[in-house]
């Protein structure tokens, strides 16, 4: 479906409203017809000034629609691949063309298929002939500038083999290092490297039982600092934190409404968890709004019984997206709705707000209104691990259940000694203004490379300060063609398609850094701006529709239950 | 991300259900199809629409409802809430709440965590590499240190190839739900550790518990099932079957037979998944774990899993096996494609742990005598029982009698720990959640034996032990 622009603040906008004009794309969006929700404009008018107020700060967030011609080029590509693959198989079957793959082994060959050959159909045909483009080993730290080893495949990336060679100093525009934290030398890892000779590397027990270090109380009582939180607690690994944590906060007879884009950790956790889980629509407040009022209006399916409570669970930016949570909007709903509030701000803590407290902190909202901050150290902080924070009861409840504490080793000494120096460093109390000036030259950098790729007529999406930049390719034969030819010119980029994103919106991904110059920038930019011609994906007809067309189906109802 | 990549195998698997269907199946169907499209079209269709409810009364019930606390109350005084802080590093001599003590209670079992070797080496990573790595393998997470460390994995494990994850514990919890599905069916000890449960549920699979170590209950079920299967062979022709255990049962310190799972295996055509976490680097002359104890043929196991925790005192887990296996993870592994690689670090050290591990096979031998002598100067304690065999450097001490409830056994287990550590010797209580686990361990004190415990320090340790449980229990 046509995304326009949405300008929130300056002159107030809600998403989600349907004065619906319907463009080229008539609806069309993952290859499905929506039905058009023009119902009551008026009731939905009333909401835009009401939303607007809540901003504090314009909201610029724009997803151009797919032309028309490329979504049917698009579709045409993946068929044509797909017979090919067929082709392919059959020639595979009967041994004309070489099997590469792996089998099993003669004696278990009468065994139940550990794999169900569809499964494998697209890894085959598709995701084998671009695989070059995942997975590229590097050999520095992953700073502005990358050494990568070189590679080559003999059978059509089947297998690779190393040629020993490095290819120096490529620009890193796929590292999460929001923030350039990551680094070999200077302060963090003096401070790592201090504590590490003092306590090696490994803990070898969990928090509860004998694994609970003088360094991680330090560590979390600086993160809840940091937050503006009561309380912190802190985990070993971003991806566990969510799914070893949602199911000690809701269970059975819980609702969990969860953003149809949340991150793979949130949906394993909600899963783990028992409760009932309903998606809504990505960001949109109509869709989640609906979704809350039924919910407690039915109450539970069947006997009607009203939920114990119920959990909203978002994310800060989304990594694919990049487009930026309507946390006052959310806040707003959640509270005339009595639910909970979980944010997810793996890729939001340090890359957001001016003083880089995350997506709170860019709206000017108050800590208190969200009641489960979650987020990684892997990203801006150039570490590894999560945390959450909130109400100490929160945090106490945690330590006596969450699944993390009780079954799983605490986060490795050094790593917690590298959070601690960045964490001190963004917040000033390592006396230098280093954090700051990071923190203000990432929002600069991600201005600037996003309107400088705007003007060169790419189709950009995401919120105008997220720092994760997602680049339309659209066709399946441009992911391989757009990575090879950014490495050929020294530039690491991310692609990605499906399953990772909707069949037809395939993207790169740029993740802009306080470590990239204005001079790196624009040699990134030069270089894109010619493959961008070479492979004609300068798409955008800059068709900025001012209107928001974001309908959502009254009908569309998603349910899971296990 | 890839929120939606669950739904797509759900596609997958109905377009695969669509090939075995029956034709009059498919026509049935077809039909069917063409009447939704018809009730779509009709406009007449509205789900969940329930207009008895004037907008009033809507308003009206949002008013009264009332949600639970988002969590309940913890009272102050919880056994779980009031960690052990430990101040510098947990190794064998350790300070826990500012008492010196020798450590009976960490695995680290070769007493690698304060090596000199693998600290210069993490050293060395650190200012190649700095920290964190900033990004999942397949996003330039991927670094030479990680080739190497799965190289090195699956070259001393003798299996083809090995896949490292960041995190122990999502280690088999992720492998797990990348092989079994719904519908397909897993055999597991009921002892199986919280990780492999979490795996399980994820997997949303039939899962059939046998007994603890019981090979005839596991081929009772294996049977019924057989029954099942010939019932409805078209069914059974898709359904995976697995057999999951540990090496080295964490929760009961006992050894799985697994000679005669592998008997199993063959003759019911079930593949074998086998947790390692503490066997691996313990048992069998190398330290490559329960298959080398057992002398069983790496490839007669599918998969093996084991965390980088314990033994190896880094972090993180690796999987190994046939690339047929293991390959198939790094698309389908959760933990392993949606989080961030291993720090290099914390890969580095794990390498150069696995060297004195090569250089070194006798302290495998001297971990073993250290085990033995533990397990034999435990026993016969008036009032606590040994738990676990005599090879396994984590044995369990529980009350022989209980006093009647959970809550008053973990007082007691819990003052004889206090009295230890006290008195210089560390241990700790085993740690569950009460009302997660399937079949909750009883209450025990989990005691560690490291190679790095000397004889003098195992006897002080024992004979504290009994007089703790002396003092305490009468
Ligand atoms: C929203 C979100 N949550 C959690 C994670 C997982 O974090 P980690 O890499 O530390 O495991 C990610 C990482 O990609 C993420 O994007
Ligand atoms: C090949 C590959 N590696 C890794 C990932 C993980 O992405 P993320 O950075 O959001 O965790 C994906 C996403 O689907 C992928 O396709």
Known sequence: MKRGPENLGGQPRANGCSFSKHGAGGGLKNGYVRGSAGADTHSQIHRIVHNGGLYKRPFNEAFEETPMLVAVLTYVGYGVLTLFGYLRDFLRYWKIEKCHHATDREEQLDFVPLYQDFENFYTRNLYMRI????????????????????????DYNWTFKYTGKVIKDVINMGSYNYLGYTQNTGPFSEAASKVLSQYGVGVCSTRQEMGNLDKHEELETLVARFLGVESAMAYGMGFATNSMNIPALVGKGCLILSDELNHASLVLGARLSGATIRIFKHNNMQSLEKLLKDAIVYGQPRTHRPWKKILIVVEGVYSMEGSIVRLPEVIALKKKYKSYLYLDEAHSIGALGPSGRGVVDYFGLNPEDVDVMMGTFTKSFGAAGGYIGGKKELIDYLRVHSHSAVYATSLSPPVVEQIIASIKCIMGEDGTTIGKQRIQQLSENTRYFRRRLKEMGFIIYGNEDSPIIPLMLYMPAKIGAFGREMLKRHIAVVVVGFPATPIIESRARFCLSAAHTKEILDIALKELDEVGDLLQIKYSRHRLVPLLDRPFDETTYEETED | MAASMGQQWVLVEMVQAFYEAPTYHLILEGILILWIIRLLFSKTYKLQERSDLTPKEKEELIEEWQPEPLVPPVSKDHPALNYNVVSGPPSHKITVNGKECINFASFNFLGLLDNERVKNAAQASLSKYGVGTCGPRGFYGTFDVHLELEERLAKFMRTEEAIIYSYGFATIASAIPAYSKRGDIVFVDEAACFAIQKGLQASRSNIKFFKHNDMADLERLLKEQEIEDQKNPRKARVTRRFIVVEGLYVNTGDVCHLPELVKLKYKYKVRIFLEESLSFGVLGEHGRGVTEHFGIKMDDIDLISANMENSLASIGGFCCGRSFVIDHQRLSGQGY??????????????????????????????????????????????????????????????????????????????????????????????????????????????????????????????????????????
């Open chain 1, 131 to 154: 695989r070059d483009s995942w997975n590229r080993p590097i050999c520095s730290v992953p700073g502005a500038r990358v050494d990568m080893m070189e590679r080559v495949s003999h």
């Open chain 2, 337 to 474: 494609c949606f989080s961030a690689s291993l720090p290099p670090l914390l890969a580095a050290a794990a390498i150069e742990a696995l060297n004195i591990m090569e250089e070194n096979p006798g302290i495998f031998h001297v971990l073993q005598q250290k085990c033995k002598k533990m397990h034999t100067a435990l026993k016969g304690i008036p009032g606590l029982r040994v738990i676990g065999q005599s090879l396994s450097p984590a044995l369990h001490l529980q009350l022989e009698e209980s006093t009647g409830t959970r809550d008053s056994d973990m007082r007691l287990l819990k003052e004889i720990v206090d009295y230890c550590m006290n008195r210089g010797i560390a241990l700790t209580q085993a740690r569950y959640l009460d009302k997660e686990e399937k079949y909750l361990p009883l209450p025990s004190i989990r005691v560690v034996v490291t190679v790095e415990q000397t004889d003098l320090e195992l006897d002080k340790a024992a004979s504290l032990i009994r007089e703790a449980a002396e003092s305490v229990l009468n």
